[in-house]
């Protein structure tokens, strides 16, 4: 395993995703942790991460000088370059000349072991401060800018490394290069970390932990409880019983995929409840978001409750007990909650929508070592359709926060085709992968006049919502080619009844949000 040690900005994660882009396992630990603890994970190498402080600030995270002395290969980037610096006794001064943004590098020993092979002037990625104008003993300098005479050294010897600017920023052209440059030459790694060892190994880790005891799992439609049970079934075959709770507000044929394509491509065995009755009564009469946003959550817990319930006392008269709950808990989820420890409740509570208290499940969580694009690659060598695989998001309340106004199996029928169309249209376009989602919504409570055939039309305005986003957080509309929008335009309206106008929503987010309701 290689460390990314975290010194708390945003970069972490991006470093240890382009690790594993260059096939080496990586995993983030926390700048708080003793290099003691570090060390005794073993690691073939450790990055120290950029960060937000100067050297020089009060509350700067240090590190234990242990760290540079163990042996292993060390690669500082940006703040854990300049920490390198100090701590090997180099000089970093506290300038207060702020290098910020795309930069141009000047190498001047091409040779070198994390240069070699790339150009003489480079662009790269600064962020920072202070500035290191002298590399500590036995240290030797490789690249410099206008600003700062030591942007990068090295230390063959004693395989430690560091550059000033940040590598994993695709705005540092060959950035990759020198990642792969120092883990492969500079650690002696060898690339041989694939997907197809975190299937096996994950296999094996849930035999282990589920032994023939028996699990389950809910299934939204979504990748990561798709993925997640998938795996699990690939370990432990009908000991795992998936459920998936149809509330009727499902988009054409999602989920007919779960219940065909998916138990086609997994043979896992699942259980249906079809409540889509139950959720329409509970919404007739309701049009405010915030109440159906209620209304949808509350019978959903009722229904995964009552299913899970019938499973387990199912599975007493006949087996082994149910002892485990799978969860298609990620990495970035991991991180965020401090490293997984003392998560596990909040986490059943927070996905599964509030298990009964007197159920003590464990969980199984398969992917909580991996990244969103990882998962999908799982995914596939899964053999799970494409369809499900690269998903676009989709809420939990499903079409009832598409439909401004109340929710009735007429208006969601009408939804559900004009969604369709839109969604046939952009992935015949070739626009799946460009646009992050896009929501169709229908305005149920307004009417505009039109004119079809020779006859004048009362019907409703749907709304179209392309956005594209990095992580949903923030998002802007995705300028979509005025030839698709027409043929999503002409379609709709010709065949949705009660359809006569199509708009476009062209606001980012903020201030709009990506759903309506
Ligand atoms: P907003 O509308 O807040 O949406 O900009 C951000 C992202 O979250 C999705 N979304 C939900 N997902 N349950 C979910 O699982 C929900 O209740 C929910 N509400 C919004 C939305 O589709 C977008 O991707």
């Not at 505009?448 to 992580?471: A, I, K, N």
């Amino acid at each position: 395993v290689v460390l990314v040690v975290d010194f708390g900005a945003q970069y972490a994660q991006l470093i240890a995703r382009r690790v594993r882009e260059a096939r080496v396992y990586s995993e983030i630990v926390p700048s708080t942790m003793p290099v003691a603890e570090m060390l005794a994970k073993n690691p073939a190498a450790i990055i120290l991460s950029g960060g937000p402080s100067s050297v020089y600030a009060e509350s700067a995270p240090t590190l234990d000088r242990a760290i540079f002395e163990a042996g292993v290969p060390v690669f500082g980037m940006c703040y854990g370059f300049q920490l390198m610096a100090t701590t090997l006794g180099g000089t970093v001064d506290n300038t207060g000349a702020r290098e910020y943004g795309r930069t141009p590098l000047s190498v001047s020993k091409p040779g070198s072991t994390l240069f070699e092979g790339t150009p003489a002037e480079q662009s790269v990625w600064m962020s920072h401060g202070d500035a290191c104008s002298a590399a500590p003993e036995g240290f030797t300098v490789t690249a410099s800018t206008d600003v700062v005479p030591v942007a990068a050294f090295e230390n063959d010897a004693q395989r430690l490394y560091g550059v000033q600017y940040h590598p994993e920023v695709l705005h540092s052209t060959h950035g990759q290069q020198i990642l792969e440059h120092f883990l492969y030459r500079g650690a002696g790694i060898a690339p041989s970390w694939t997907t197809t060892n975190v299937v096996e190994e994950q296999i094996a880790l849930i035999r282990e932990q589920v032994g023939t005891r028996r699990a389950i799992c809910g299934l939204s439609g979504g990748v990561d409880s798709a993925v997640a049970a998938a795996l699990v079934q690939r370990a432990i075959g009908d000991q795992l019983t998936c459920v998936y709770v149809d509330h009727g507000l499902m988009r054409k044929g999602e989920t007919e995929q779960v219940e065909k394509d998916f138990v086609a491509a997994t043979g896992v065995q699942l259980k249906v409840v079809d409540a889509s009755e139950r959720f329409l009564d509970a919404l007739a009469g309701v049009s405010d978001p915030e109440e159906k946003r209620k209304i949808i959550g509350r019978e959903f817990i009722r229904v995964f409750e009552q299913a899970q319930a019938e499973i387990v006392a199912e599975a007493g008269v006949t087996g082994e007990p149910v002892e485990f709950l799978v969860q298609g808990t990620l990495y970035p989820d991991v991180v965020e909650s401090g490293g997984g420890t003392g998560t596990a409740n909040i986490k059943s509570h927070h996905n599964v929508g509030g298990l009964p208290e007197d159920l003590q499940f464990q969980l199984v969580e398969p992917l909580r070592k991996l990244f969103k694009d990882e998962v999908r690659m799982v995914g596939q060598e899964l053999g799970l359709p494409e369809e499900i695989v690269h998903r676009q998001p989709f809420p939990g309340p499903g079409l009832g926060i598409r439909i401004v106004g109340e929710v009735t199996r007429e208006r969601l029928d009408l939804l559900r085709e004009a969604d369709a169309i839109a969604r046939e249209e952009l992935t015949a376009a070739g626009l799946d992968r460009e646009i992050w989602q896009c929501p169709v919504v229908l305005l149920a409570d307004v009417r505009s006049v039109g004119v079809q055939g020779d006859g004048r039309t009362y019907g409703h305005p749907v709304v179209l919502r392309p956005v594209s986003s990095e992580d949903a957080m923030t998002a802007d509309w995705s300028r979509l080619p005025y030839d698709v929008l027409a043929r999503i335009s002409t379609r709709i309206t010709n065949e949705v009844k009660d359809v006569n106008r199509v708009v476009l929503d062209v606001t980012s987010k903020p201030p709009g949000t990506i759903e309506w309701e």
